[in-house]
């Protein structure tokens, strides 16, 4: 039975690479390791169908050393130890190196991923991971501290057309051989719906050939119609990397006041199956981070999403939560009250706490007045404006200043007022 056609058509050689070229440009650093045979421990992170099986691959076609190929899924401690203990064999008797190339290495345990570490220590392997999850978040620091991190982007669109008109024209391990035509429209719409993913592509591609009728001539045409048949809706990536990815991205749209972009990050995370609760709880921090007292109703806005989602449930409340995210771009920004609460918090946790001021202690109980608490207190309700200069701080914070209104929005008439109390002190 034959292999699919992305298998036949994967790349054999550096020349046959498609894309990548921040990594595998001439006079580039993984390169110039492949080609002179020097490739260091290695994890290889990106994009299912960016290449990164491919390369490696390629690198056991052109390098004088073993090369051994195990999945993270599959892969047991003992059949680790197998691989190690043969790696040693070689380079003792023969002076051989040994690649040592890990699918899904970020399924390994802390325990798998330590019975590696002396072998990679030593130079007894030469270890390549290749994941689609953030290294960073989904593997064992030991391990990544270990090795280069090369990032594989998803394929450009004229990146995928390559490879699917490559497949069509080679004799050999693709479709040269039938008399095809593709109409160009079609290929472009499966390349942009493969989402830089070339292995789905070359999936539709081949689907499309194998289940059109021939025309009377013998003629196979990949119409566009049949393309998009061919091609599922895509499927959004949303592990734990690409989710917080996402997430930042959206959270910065709304401090940015891009509320296009926020709204495209928002739908692209639901399309994932993120919480929509996890979405809305962000919506609020941000109405206090970066908003604050500049617009407060963009708090109640981001509140009433909430309330909204938790009432009527999605997909109705798609509509509540959008109208959050629009007021909080669309608000005057301010981070005052996120600098004074910050260094509010910062301040306490240097600790050297002294005691409450007597004319603020608590006086809700019998007796207070006979150990003095409360004496001295200014009600500031029997004072003109409702307000009477009186110290509130700490004793060990006094002249500290934490909130700093601007001339944003409402924060505006904040400011003035405290200008205001600011001359009333000088008078009084």
Known sequence: MQSPLADRMRPRTLDEFIGQEHLLGKGKLLRRAIEADRMTSSIFYGPPGSGKTTLASIIARTTQARFVQLNAVTSGVAEVRDVLKAAGQARDLYGQATYLLLDECHRWNKAQSDSILPAIER??????????????????????????????????????????????????????????????????????????????????????????????????????????????????????????????????????????????????????????????????????????????????????????????????????????????????????????????????????????????????????????????YLYPHDFPQHWVNQDYMPPDLKGKVYYLPTEMGHEATILKNHRVREEWKRKT
């Open 123 to 376: 130079g007894v392997i030469r270890f390549i991971g290749s994941t689609a999850e953030n290294p960073m978040i989904a593997m064992t620091p030991a391990i990544v501290s270990r090795c280069r991190i090369f990032r594989f982007e998803p394929l450009r669109e004229q990146d995928i057309l390559v490879a699917m008109h490559r497949a069509l024209a080679d004799q050999e391990r693709g479709y040269g051989m039938l008399p095809i035509e593709a109409e160009e429209k079609a290929l472009q719409h499966i390349a942009r719906i493969a989402s830089g993913d070339v292995r789905s592509a070359l999936g539709a591609l081949e689907l499309a050939v194998l289940t059109t009728p021939p025309e009377n001539d013998g003629t196979i045409h990949i119409t566009l119609s049949v393309a998009e048949e061919s091609i599922q809706k895509p499927v959004l990536r949303c592990d734990e990397g690409a989710y917080y990815d996402m997430l930042s991205a959206f959270c910065k749209s709304m401090r940015g006041s891009d509320a296009d972009a926020a709204l495209a990050w928002f739908a692209r995370l639901i399309y994932a199956g993120v919480d929509p609760k996890l979405i809305v709880r962000r919506i609020i921090a941000h109405a206090s981070e970066d908003v604050g007292l500049a617009n407060p109703s963009a708090m109640l806005q981001a509140s009433a999403a909430m309330t909204d989602l938790e009432t009527v449930g999605m997909p109705e409340a798609r509509l509540p939560i959008a109208q959050a995210i629009i007021a909080v771009c669309e608000s005057p920004k301010s981070n005052a009250v996120a600098m004074a609460v910050d260094a509010a918090f910062a301040d306490a946790q240097k600790g050297g706490y002294g005691q409450v001021p007597v004319h603020l202690r608590d006086t809700h109980y019998a007796g207070a007045e006979k150990i003095g608490s409360g004496e001295g």
